[in-house]
């Protein structure tokens, strides 16, 4: 049996080990080097993915929409220098398409293959075609099977419950179950970092087995520094500016309120016209930036005046 394992994965029993690189002592400086990943992580996100790491246990994002959830896998791969496996997870997704799926086109080239050379062992030739050879690793085993490794499982809250059980049974043990193969349980669980723009509430059992951290907007100061990061080319005087703005709009009764992903992408917008500051004509101009809905464009009735108070406080 331990033979068919794929390398990375041993059979049961085996101790699990964080993938807190050794050098990172506190939570303190697991921000540093995620900052040196051009991600900034607050003190309660920086000590939540320290845990993570040092425990094995996954950590549960969770927020509106761009404030940072996908990125932050993305940050703590680069900073293990991890491959980043992602499951993007949609309405109806289940198992085969989560953990892994037969290669029935390969299974059967072989079946004419062995029949042709007049193959005379049957059960030998089927234990062949359900070895792990045949077998596709999707995300969830591609994850297990890989070390190091983050495993990013986005948007869980599009997936439906039955999903959610069979994801809670994966992390539980970091191991899955193929009837025709057996147990395979990853050597080194991966880095697991969950997501949900909560459009509805995710359950209890899987959160127990996770960090959960509810990330909010940045405040003004951290924002700022983000744009800062991530649009070198905008002025300071814009980035102040444009971070105030969409500080604002963010107070107004909106559908969809800016993440910190507009107001770099407002930021962006305004360099690339050569902008150097912020002002109400220009707003308006490229409010698309920012605004996704035309109701909410509708709504803030005078982005005038709105940015010119911004503007002024910045
Ligand atoms: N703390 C941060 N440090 C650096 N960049 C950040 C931070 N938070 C957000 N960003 C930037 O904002 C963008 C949007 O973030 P991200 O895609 O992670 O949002 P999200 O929470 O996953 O949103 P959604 O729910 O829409 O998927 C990123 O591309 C990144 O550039
Ligand atoms: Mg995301």
């Not at 900034?40 to 094995?56: F, I, M, P, V």
């Not at 059992?205 to 990330?215: H, N, S, V």
Request: aromatic share 6%; net charge negative; hydrophobic share 50%.
């Amino acid at each position: 049996m331990a033979g068919l394992l794929p390398a990375g994965l041993l059979p049961g029993g085996l101790l699990r080990a964080g993938l807190l690189p050794g050098d990172i002592a506190s939570p303190a400086e697991l921000a540093g080097r995620l900052a040196e990943h051009s991600y900034l992580a607050d003190e309660g996100l920086a000590t939540a993915a320290y845990l993570g790491l040092k425990l094995s246990r996954p950590l549960f994002c969770e927020g509106e929409a761009g404030v940072g959830k996908t990125e932050l896998a993305k940050a703590l791969a680069a900073l293990l220098g991890a491959p980043l496996i992602r499951l993007q997870c949609y309405e109806g997704i289940d198992a085969s398409q989560a953990l892994y799926d037969w290669d029935f086109p390969r299974q059967l080239l072989h079946l004419r293959a062995a029949e042709a050379a007049g193959a005379a062992d049957l059960e030998g030739l089927e234990k062949e075609l359900y070895s792990r050879r045949f077998l596709i690793a999707r995300p969830l085993l591609a994850a297990l099977e890989t070390t190091p490794a983050v495993l990013l499982i986005d948007e869980v809250d599009r997936a439906d419950d039955e999903f959610e059980a069979f994801l809670l049974e994966v992390l539980s043990d970091f191991s899955v179950t193929v009837p025709e193969i057996g147990t395979l349980r990853a050597a080194t669980p991966p880095a697991v970092v969950i997501t949900s723009n909560r459009t509805r509430d995710v359950h209890d059992a899987l959160k127990r087995r996770c960090y959960y951290y509810w990330l909010e907007h940045p405040a003004f100061d951290r924002e700022v520094q983000i744009v800062r990061l991530r649009v070198p080319e905008a002025s300071d005087r814009l980035v102040r500016q444009v971070t105030a703005a969409v500080q604002a709009l963010r107070a107004e009764p909106l559908l969809k309120r800016p993440g910190v992903a507009e107001t770099i992408d407002w930021a962006q917008a305004l360099a690339a016209l050569g902008a150097d500051h912020l002002d109400p004509a220009l707003a308006a101009a490229t409010l698309g930036a920012v605004l996704k809905y035309r109701e909410d464009a509708e709504r803030v009735l005078d982005v005038g005046s709105l940015v010119a108070r911004a503007v002024a406080g910045a």
